[in-house]
């Protein structure tokens, strides 16, 4: 109460002298707000003289606070946006032009908080934490590039059905783009001329379309790839990028509306599983699903089936190679339902397990896949399949899915179908398939078998739909980052041969009979003499997939041997390689180089196999509700990866490391 009776007192003493009510009420304000968040009134004493001239400099400065009003609210200061936001007029700012050229760079940082980064990958620009809070991994932008450009074709063949057309900017490019094979080029001009007589609603990347496609990211992480997604595949009705994390969904509201996608993207903090199952209705379901989890997404398979829309495109990713590739096959089996094996096809046979699982969960609800495109890349594989409808086509599903032999010993393998399907007139018959294919031991080496799967035994690509893409990527090489290995990598598939499932290597057929490894295009061209079709793999980068029996191929390794003698004596009587070189050759192989042994991607030195991106390249800490990565971690990557970096010349230095005998001074020297 004094301090109020002595602002009023000094108020109607000045108001005279001030000249000015508009000063001294915005003073009072000021000065109320202050004591309001200092102590009582009790405990403050001022001096007239002081009191007053502060006073009147905090009336200056709430009047040079109010002129600056105005822009503060129309910032955004908690979700900045792409546009920046209007700037103040002339009259109230600095005629400096350096000052406000700072201010127009300003506002797109602004909103940032503590501790925050923007990340760019592609069109998008995505606010990101510093801690480990929510997870990313810039290694995985050849897995966002490949998703945006299959996804770009697929809608680009299905909304033409509905009279949409997609267009993409610098697809002009696309048919300068000369072809291997005369028919190809006469089928694009086909579609060009099919494109330019239909009439149709014309859709690009950014906008949104009534009849476009609807996307579920059901973890998004930071949203990252939903807001590619927005930005850079057109003919999308909408996105929903959806994670558990309530940190991760704040994160993808803030990068929708920083990339101004917000009429496209909604960002969705659900449970995955409950809410694909909330889609499972007919005119609910997602054209395309999207997960890309953080290890296994054998969790969620069975909603994805279920919530993707007749003909939808389903994107699966999976990190857990330990389990996918033999290291733990009773693990894979109650995750995925098959059983791997340990061997040099491992990654191959992990791409067609997954293929199994969507299978045998679709065949549930009487529906079933159609794969179009299967890569295994880096530390993970990827799969792109559709899904129909279907109770007569689902009967079929016995027949495509196969038990693998593996020969323990020499690593022969034989595959025995799980049912079989022949023809009978206008019907088809379904029996069970007779076997096993192989003895109790391998016929060549005399070891066990191990047993594995079931896998997909049927194509894992699409050759006509992966060409639609490697034609698109090919003649616009600017639209990604990583166009050049997507390239290369699908020059790759379209060379496989499609009907042969898993495939061999040469050092490993070399490893086994203790002889040196021929080289690639004298093996491949020892198997083109021999009537044998054969190509190279993009799982593996010394695979050879062949439609050759095992016995072919160890005739082939024994005439090599002849020409490149072992040290026999050397060998026992009980290993694989000896009982294998202790037969002769039923044909005599054929080293010469073949003109057609070389494929085309080989030639043209595509980037099929890159090094490693970077340091700790691989699989990254899963995120952590209150962030950060342990430094035992960081400590066992730097462990483990780039030993002896810098090469010892002195043996001097041997004494720092630990070793034994240096310890027990029992070390000849």
């Not at 503590?114 to 480990?132: D, H, M, R």
């Not at 997909?456 to 003649?475: C, D, M, R, T, Y």
Request: with cysteine.
């Amino acid at each position: 109460m004094e301090t109020g009776r002595l602002t009023c007192c000094c108020i109607e003493r000045h108001e005279a002298e001030a000249g000015c009510t508009s000063m001294l009420v915005c003073s009072s304000r000021l000065f109320s707000l202050i004591i309001s968040h200092h102590p009582p009134p009790s405990c403050i004493r001022f001096p007239r003289q002081t009191f007053w001239s502060s006073l009147v400099s905090a009336a200056s400065a709430s009047k040079r606070l109010r002129s600056m009003d105005p822009p503060k609210t129309a910032e955004a200061p908690d979700i900045p946006t792409t546009k920046p936001p209007p700037t103040p007029s002339a009259e109230s700012m600095s005629p400096a032009p350096t000052d406000a050229a700072a201010d127009e760079e300003q506002p797109r940082l602004e909103g940032l908080l503590p501790g925050e980064t923007v990340v760019k990958e592609g069109k998008a620009a995505i606010l990101f934490p510093s801690a480990n809070e929510v997870f990313y991994n810039p290694v995985q932008e050849f897995n966002r590039d490949l998703t945006c450009a299959v996804i770009t074709e697929f809608a680009r063949d299905l909304l033409a059905q509905r009279g949409v057309k997609v267009v993409v900017p610098g697809e002009k490019e696309r048919v300068v783009v000369s072809l291997s094979e005369e028919a190809n080029e006469a089928d694009v001009q086909t579609e060009e001329k099919n494109g330019a007589e239909e009439p149709a609603v014309t859709v690009t990347a950014g906008e949104k379309c009534e009849r476009g496609l609807r996307v579920l990211e059901g973890l998004a992480a930071s949203g990252l790839r939903s807001v590619r997604f927005a930005l850079e595949v057109p003919g999308l009705r909408s996105v929903t990028a959806n994670d558990f994390s309530t940190k991760a969904a704040a994160l993808i509201a803030r990068n929708a509306q920083y990339n101004g996608v917000n009429h496209l993207l909604q960002a969705s903090c659900r449970d995955a599983s409950m809410l694909m199952y909330e889609m499972r209705g007919k005119k609910e379901r997602y054209d395309v699903i999207d997960l890309d989890p953080y290890g296994s997404p054998a969790s969620f398979l069975d909603a994805a089936v279920q919530a993707v829309s007749e003909g939808g495109l389903l994107c699966i990713t999976c990190t857990d190679m330990a389990v996918m590739a033999g290291n733990s096959g009773e693990t894979c089996y109650s995750k995925y339902g098959s059983v791997s094996i340990k061997a040099k096809y491992c990654h191959e046979m992990a791409l067609r397990i997954i293929l199994h699982s969507l299978e045998q969960r679709a065949g549930v609800y009487q529906r079933y896949i159609q794969p179009l495109l299967s890569v295994s890349v880096d530390f993970y594989i990827r799969v792109f399949v559709r899904v129909f409808t279907g109770q007569a086509t689902v009967k079929n599903s016995a027949s495509k899915q196969a038990l693998v032999y593996n020969c323990v010993g020499c690593g022969s393998f034989h595959l025995q179908r799980m049912g079989r399907r022949t023809s009978n007139g206008k019907h088809m018959k379904y029996s069970p398939a007779t076997g096993p294919p192989v003895g109790p031991e391998c016929e060549h080496c005399g070891q066990r078998h191990q047993l594995g799967g079931p896998i997909w035994a049927e194509p894992i690509h699409n050759l006509p739909f992966v060409q639609k893409v490697l034609s698109a990527v090919s003649g616009n090489p600017s639209r990604f980052g990583t166009s050049k290995r997507i390239e290369g990598m699908l020059s790759m598939v379209t060379e496989e041969l499609e009907d042969v499932p898993l495939y061999y290597t040469v050092d490993s057929l070399s490893s086994t009979i203790h002889c040196n490894t021929p080289p690639l295009l004298q093996f491949r061209s020892a198997l083109l003499h021999a009537g044998h079709r054969v190509s190279l793999a993009h799982a593996c980068k010394n695979a050879i997939k062949t439609d050759a029996p095992p016995a072919v191929l160890w005739d082939i390794m024994r005439c090599w041997e002849k020409a490149n003698p072992v040290k026999r004596e050397k060998l026992s009587e009980t290993s694989p390689s000896f009982k294998i070189l202790a037969s002769e050759p039923s044909l005599e192989a054929c080293f010469t180089v073949r003109e057609d042994a070389n494929p085309q991607s080989r030639k043209r030195h595509l980037t099929r196999f890159q090094e490693n991106p970077q340091a700790f390249w691989g699989p990254k800490a899963r995120a952590k509700a209150g962030g950060g990565i342990s430094t035992n971690l960081q400590d066992k990557r730097k462990k483990c990866q780039n030993k002896r970096k810098n090469q010892i010349t002195d043996s001097s230095q041997l004494k720092d490391f630990p070793c034994k005998r240096f310890r027990q001074s029992k070390h000849k020297r």
